[in-house]
């Protein structure tokens, strides 16, 4: 499953509201910017680790 920042800013907007945020209050910024930051964490730092098989070695996630 591919990581995409609208959908996870879109959860964390939702997620915040469901705890009593009022999104107009920052019209959303504040989420979009942190699913930003995460999704780009994750691409820069994941890793798989294939141990075994032909394909054996470590992958960058992207």
């Known amino acids: 499953m591919a ?3 609208s959908t996870l800013g879109a959860s964390i907007k939702s997620r915040l509201e469901s705890k009593g945020f009022k999104m ?3 019209n959303g910024a504040m989420a979009e910017a942190i699913a930003e930051a995460v999704v780009e964490h ?3 730092n994941a890793q798989v680790i294939v141990s075994g098989g032909s ?3 470590t ?3 992207k």
């Open 3 to 5: 990581i995409n920042s």
């Open 24 to 26: 107009i209050e920052f």
């Open 42 to 44: 994750f691409q820069q």
């Open 55 to 57: 394909s054996a070695g």
């Open 59 to 61: 992958y960058q996630v």
